[in-house]
């Protein structure tokens, strides 16, 4: 049984039990037990609720609660108790429930308002951060290399609503996105193998739809990062002020740096739109269009840089062959690599 639910089946049957002692104590009537069950299951209703609010509610209506209860007490002692028929216990329950009702409604409204993360080092030390992970950072794969390398600080937190999204890739009657969902699952198998700080997060965020606005959510409460290769959801989190790592944004950093006029070994490995076009592939993945390179296909051949175009996926390098052989000595490569069939290299 889950330790939760059998605490809470505990306490309603304690707080059942001290009822029935309380009122064969004081000779009360045998509602006693069955007003002792009905406000613990109250209170327990009321323990339930809070799953669906975040820490930081939580802790604001906690403090709004006793602000009001202690205005509402200095405000008992100033009104005269004639208004209340000489009951002197009356100001102080009615002006209680009063401050207390408005001291935790104001608190809750305007929790969002409070920012929390200039304290957060009173609570926790710098190495002990959460970075939360996303569906799209699982499936990419390459979020294991970066742990496994040192590269991820802190505590990896996946989201139990990650995970179940992942689940539904996985039986997804699409071949690619099954494919992709049983990658994203044993990648993090994989994680959890040699990083003993992999945590899965069960606490879900029901009065939410969207994942990504989940995972805001999250990194809120958390004050954790978001590794993501999610361009849309980086943008977000970047607006909400919430610190986002992009893995793409990372790969394209750590590419080698290369200019116009410098010179390439590239391996034509197709042809390109235009006509005359061979296309290429540096060891990073970056492509590479030679112009006049369709005829060197399955070809490793030097090019000079012309033209650098950054894309949303990275950069696209233009180039041009270093030189172009003689039309017998090509004709005579073509004829010699068809009848071996192997890959030939052209250099000068």
Known sequence: MNALIFTRLAFVICSTYVGYLYGQTYSLSEAAPFAAFILSGLLVFLELGTDILPAQKIFMGGVGLLFGLIIGALVADLLPPKLFGGNEDLPQTI??????????????????RVDFSRMAFLGRQTDQSATILDTSAIVDGRIKDLIEANFVRGTIVVPSFVIYELQILADSQDPHKRAKG???LETLEIIK????????????YTDINEVDLKL????KDL??????????????ALLHQIRAI?????????????????MLSVLITKEGKEPGQGVGYLEDGTMVVIDGGSTYINSRIRCSITQILPTSAGRMVFAKPEYEPSPSR?????????QSGRIRSIRP
């Open 95 to 112: 002006s209680g429930l009063v401050f207390g009702y408005f001291g935790l409604i104001f608190a809750l409204k305007y929790a969002d």
């Open 330 to 338: 090509r004709d005579h490569d073509e004829d010699h690599d068809h």
């Open 216 to 219: 805001i959510q999250l990194a």
């Open 246 to 262: 992009n893995i793409n944004q990372l790969a394209n950093v750590l590419k080698p740096n290369i200019n116009i006029g410098d």
């Open 223 to 236: 004050d954790g990062d978001i590794l993501t290769t999610d361009y849309n959801l980086y943008k977000i």
């Open 193 to 204: 193998s040699f990083d003993e700080n992999l945590t899965v997060y069960e606490q879900d």
């Open 182 to 184: 049983r990658h994203g």
